[in-house]
């Protein structure tokens, strides 16, 4: 086997050296009747790496990639051009095959890695500080509301409509099993966001309140004057970016007033996947700092007085505090935090204020070309690279239908939010710099066409 | 207080002088030893940028003005040049398993195949937008729904819950099941038992999900007490959970005594299945009486660490837990579509128990295809090999030490896939931290240490079964060379790391005046 | 003003109705740098043995148990900036927080000095 060091000679030499008669003498501590006497039945043996690729790529066949069609969709994935130079530098053997950076004097390259994409991630979210990176967006968006509620003493979040299904779906769940109240605003088909509902929810017992910026219709809501409810009743504003280029052209969260800022990094170096891994952001004010989940890295001195990096308050985790740590999280998402950071190494903050910019353009070229197909309208008065199609039928149907035409072209509303049948009609369509006029064109063209019942 | 520092971890900062300290250069760096700075001091904000862009073909929308940020964000940008060669040079200054044998017990650090690699980066894996209609992510959803069958007949189980993002996410979600099901019956059950040699994430993911957590006491041979465990369990009891083998390198014995006692008391059995590396293919956690198992694709399957994740966990559940999973999950029917069923009232498979979604989107895909493409390579056949190998090679290194390092558990029979070891014997003012530091000078990563905590200076060793043996012999010599001088008190010891990019660093200064992001005002040292 | 220990390596000054309580020096000898402090709340109740008060080193972190019942009615605001005061001076500047006494008869059950050195001397 191509992956096995050892040879025949070699187990039998080494089970001499153990004193074991045979392997199985090893395995004497598993009852007999759970060990079984030969492979696994049902499963095939092993195979030659031509076999398993071939295998791999024929599955890989059978999916219509993003690159090879007209393609729109977001909804909390999106769909950017990733520099050659970044999956070229997250395969380096000594970033891609490190473990966790626990012995700092051999992992600085690791750690000052994460040092700068602290850094850049607090930068970018306009917080005073920043982890090393959570599982994803929806995860940190949950870490977030326990983390207010620590810090409130309080157990009630209030929701916008605004959020991403999925991020609300999860916290749902969470709560359900840890006792948190889920005040959820329900989503609504309105040009401008949820935001004087928002308000009107917070009281004295709400904790937090969570705002997705720009929302998951692409609307932006008014996070200072959130913020500025939120602060009057003692409540934090936790507010959720799904889409970071945004941030290269509106407002930083932290800048308008909010307490946390957690997002989904993918959009930058990581790319679609199917969707993950991807790696969630996550920052804050610094006197918070004691009640952050996840990995923290710091800097600090060697023996020698040189500067260097190290995992830090590592007393909040599991590993120290077991039953009472801030959150069960064992581990980042370091190679997309490495993936996120090298993009943003490369683009520097002119450059993300430029993608973000041409993103917004591209955008409008959408909007104002598929504003013209008969029967469809333009929810959003305002959106950055996405925004909300309102059209005449079932938007699922029209989602499926595009897709016979060889058209990806949309996140229909019934596909996030199954069993709300107001929303039927929403279609989301998502727009980035890689977008050309003539896919635009193709959308419009196949949209039309579907709206008017021509067949395929 | 309570106790005081059971495990006997004790940051020291080292003494004497480094060999870079004593030949000072003019630039700071020694040969092929090579300082970097922080991207921060490479460049200004706004200096330059490695992505060529061109100008927006129109202004922001009127109605975004009030919106627009006021400054761009204060980020230097490098040219492709600068960040290739900044990110190199960073890269040069990490051990990896690329490099040379990392033994970290518990973790598993195993060569990753770049056959994996190469497959994740197929454009029809890593193109595809998780929200694309079904029908054009058929290949997508079936490399799921084959893992899925992989998962589920590897470790005799019935369903698998593929969605959890890494082995604790995964230890949630079975929590989560097994508080769900018991719902189902009506019953309020709170108290989840937890063996004291428990990995961290246990008692934190209990806690996490709303379980009162007590601990179980272990047996003088390292396993868990049966006879504390049956007299705790009663109608407050939901379950417990278990590491087997367990985190001393053991099999327990007793695991499916202990799960039928578990059962018989209305109690549910989840399995940390972090070690599963070394029974894949040989045991079955189903025969055991295992109601949930989180399986962690990097320990078992070989996907790549990262320098710390991504992960992926998925929970394999038994035939009682199945109902309650999270959603979404993939099915097939018989026409061979795969269907990814994202509603508890779907047409197809509606699954009215299912607790909902963990997290966005379907699961860690980009993991998936590479623990696919590992257990295809392996197959059946191979995969039983792997655990017998990373078993043999765990017990030549406990055999071969033995006599030199204290091996606590060593005289109650063979270990599994690691070898624990002991700081006793050791000179006095001598570590496990000592040696773990020495082994670095000599090349190679420590072992795990002061893990698990129910042995003072423990030393986890598991060299997992892609070592060749001339590769443990000499990671066999360098330990003997190091247990030898903390034996007899060689002060060097105490100063190493001599030849690493960086010495001890001060963890106390970083924990007491956190500094977690750069400022222009915090000069470099 | 009478100082008493417990087994857990806590320390009480009281002197009238007031307890001062810190964590001993062996204590903190066995701890090592000590980091961070976290303190409890002015005006909380709490029960004799609660754990009131966390110390953190690099690789732990204490539960710090009150060897009395009582309202916590000061705590040590140094600590906050200077946390290793507990490692210089664990038994004077170090102090973690004072309450105003529930029950003083519980101060009948914890060790004096010359008890708790002799307790320390076996471990």
């Given at each position: 086997m191509r992956y096995l060091p050892l040879t025949p000679a070699d187990r039998t030499e080494m089970l001499s050296a153990i004193g074991a008669d045979t392997i199985d003498a090893l395995f004497a501590d598993v009852p007999a009747e759970a060990r079984?006497?030969?492979?696994?039945?049902g499963l095939p043996a092993h195979a030659s790496e031509m076999a398993v690729e071939r295998h791999m790529a024929a599955l890989a066949a059978r999916n219509l990639t993003a690159g090879a069609a007209p393609f729109f969709l977001g909804a909390g994935a999106y769909r950017h051009h990733i520099p050659a130079s970044v999956d070229h530098l997250i395969q380096r053997g000594e970033f891609l095959t490190?473990?966790?950076?626990?012995?700092p004097e051999i992992a600085q390259g690791t750690l000052q890695v994460l040092f700068e994409f602290q850094t850049q991630v607090a930068r970018l979210l306009g917080t005073d500080i920043a982890n090393a990176s959570m599982y994803d967006g929806s995860t940190a968006c949950w870490e977030a509301i326990a983390m207010a509620a620590r810090i409130t003493r309080r157990k009630k979040a209030v929701l916008s409509g605004g959020l991403h299904p999925h991020y609300g779906e999860t916290v749902k769940t969470m709560a359900r099993f840890t006792g948190d109240a889920i005040d959820a605003r329900p989503p609504r088909l309105d040009a401008a966001p949820d935001d004087a509902d928002v308000i009107a929810a917070i009281d004295g017992e709400t904790a937090c309140v969570v705002v997705q910026y720009p929302d998951v219709l692409g609307r932006i809501p008014d996070l200072a004057l959130i913020a500025a409810a939120a602060q009057a009743h003692g409540a934090l504003l936790v507010a959720v970016v799904t889409e970071p280029v945004a941030l290269g052209l509106i407002e930083a969260p932290g800048h308008l007033g909010a307490d946390i800022v957690v997002g989904e990094g993918q959009s930058l170096g990581v790319g679609l996947q199917f969707g993950g891994p991807y790696l969630g952001l996550f920052g804050c004010r610094e006197k918070f700092v004691r009640q952050m989940p996840g990995r923290l890295c710091g800097q600090t001195v060697d023996a020698d007085g040189r500067r260097g990096f190290v995992l830090t308050l590592s007393t909040r985790e599991q590993h120290i505090r077991r039953e009472k740590a801030t959150s069960n999280i064992c581990t980042n998402s370091g190679l997309c935090a490495l993936a996120f950071s090298i993009h943003m190494t490369l683009l520097g903050g002119a450059g993300l204020a430029r993608l973000a910019q041409v993103n917004h353009a591209r955008a409008q070229a959408a909007a104002r070309r598929l504003g013209q197909v008969p029967g469809v309208a333009v929810l959003n008065d305002v959106y950055f690279n996405e925004f909300t199609l309102i059209l005449p039928g079932d938007a699922r149907a029209a989602v499926r239908a595009l897709a016979d035409r060889g058209v990806l072209g949309g996140v229909s509303l019934g596909r996030l939010y199954p069993g709300e049948g107001g929303l039927d009609r929403g279609l989301l369509v998502a727009v980035t710099e890689m977008t050309g006029d003539d896919e635009i064109e193709a959308l419009a063209t196949a949209l039309d066409d579907v709206l008017q019942g021509e067949p395929a | 207080m309570s106790a005081l520092n059971p495990s006997g971890w004790r940051p020291e900062a080292g003494t004497g002088e480094s060999a870079a300290a004593l030949a000072p250069t003019a630039s700071g760096d020694h040969a092929l030893a090579l300082e970097e700075p922080l991207i921060f001091e490479l460049a200004a904000p706004g200096d330059k940028c490695g992505v060529d862009l061109d100008a927006p073909e129109s202004p922001p929308l009127p109605g975004l003005a009030r919106f627009l940020r006021a400054a761009i964000a204060p980020l230097p940008g490098l040219t492709e040049p600068e960040a290739v060669r900044h990110y190199t040079r960073l890269s040069r200054q990490n051990y990896a398993i690329d490099l040379g044998p990392f033994p970290l017990g518990s973790c598993t650090m195993k060569h990753n195949p770049r056959l994996n690699e190469k497959v994740a980066r197929l454009a029809g894996f890593a193109d595809v937008h998780p929200l694309q209609p079904q029908q054009t992510v058929q290949g997508a959803l079936g490399v799921i729904n084959e893992l899925a069958f992989w998962l589920v007949t590897l470790t005799g189980m019935h369903g698998v819950a593929m969605t959890p993002k890494a082995g604790a996410h995964g230890e949630l979600c079975g929590l989560l099941c097994i508080k769900a099901a018991i719902a189902a019956r009506g019953e309020d059950r709170r108290v989840i038992l937890v063996p004291e040699s428990a990995h961290g994430t246990n008692p934190a993911t209990a806690a996490f999900a709303g379980f009162a957590v007590e601990s179980i006491p272990a047996t003088?041979?390292?396993?868990?007490d049966l006879a504390a465990l049956t007299a705790r369990l009663g109608p407050d009891v939901a379950g417990v959970m278990i590491t087997n083998p367990n985190t001393c390198g053991l099999f327990e014995r007793d695991m499916k005594a202990i799960s039928d006692a578990v059962h018989a008391a209305g109690g549910y059995v989840y399995c940390d299945g972090a070690n599963f590396n070394a029974i894949v293919g040989k045991v079955r956690p189903g025969d055991l009486g295992i109601d949930a198992m989180h399986i962690n694709l990097h320990k078992t399957f070989s996907t790549p660490h990262g320098g710390g994740g991504p992960g992926s966990g998925p929970v394999v559940l038994s035939q009682a837990l199945s109902p309650f999973g999270p959603l979404p999950f993939t099915a097939r029917t018989a026409d061979g579509v795969v269907h990814l069923i994202?509603?508890?009232?779907?047409?197809?498979?509606?699954?009215?128990g299912a607790f909902g979604r963990m997290a966005a989107f379907h699961g860690q895909m980009g993991m998936f295809t590479r623990a696919l493409a590992y257990i295809l390579s392996h197959g059946a056949d191979g995969l039983r090999q792997v655990a017998e190998d990373a078993v043999l090679n765990a017990n030549y290194v406990l055999r071969r030490l033995e006599d030199v390092l204290d091996a606590p558990f060593g005289h109650s029979g063979p270990c599994m896939h690691e070898a624990l070891f002991s700081d006793?014997?050791?000179?006095?003012?001598?570590s496990t931290l000592d040696i773990a530091k020495g082994l670095i000078d000599e090349g190679f990563h420590p072992m795990t240490v002061y893990f698990p905590l129910v042995v003072h200076g423990s030393m986890l060793v598991e060299p997992t079964e892609t070592e060749s043996r001339a590769g443990l012999d000499r990671f066999i010599a360098s330990l003997r060379s190091l247990a030898e001088r903390a034996r007899a008190g060689d002060a060097s010891l105490k100063s190493a790391p001599h030849f690493a990019p960086r010495r001890r660093l001060d963890e106390t200064q970083a924990a007491r005046k956190p500094v977690l992001v750069w400022r222009e005002t915090v000069a470099p040292a | 003003m009478t100082r008493y220990f417990t087994k857990d390596h806590e320390w009480i000054d009281v002197a009238g109705d007031t307890g001062t309580v810190g964590i001993t020096d062996y204590a903190q000898g066995q701890l090592g740098d000590i980091t961070f402090v976290e303190l409890p709340a002015v005006g909380t109740a709490v029960g004799k043995g609660d754990a009131v008060a966390v110390v953190d080193s690099v690789k732990a972190a204490s539960d710090v148990y009150t060897p009395v019942s009582g309202t916590v009615s000061d705590v040590n605001g140094a600590l906050e900036g200077e946390p290793e005061l507990v490692n210089t001076d664990a038994e004077v500047a170090g102090w973690l927080f004072r309450l105003t006494l529930?029950?003083?008869?519980?101060?009948?059950a914890l060790l004096d000095q010359a008890a708790y050195e002799a307790y320390i001397a076996e471990l």
């Open positions: 079984l006497p030969g492979p696994v039945a490190a473990y966790t950076p626990y012995q | 003088a041979e390292g396993r868990v994202e509603d508890t009232n779907a047409d197809v498979f509606p699954q009215p006793a014997g050791l000179a006095d003012g001598f | 529930g029950d003083p008869s519980e101060l009948a």
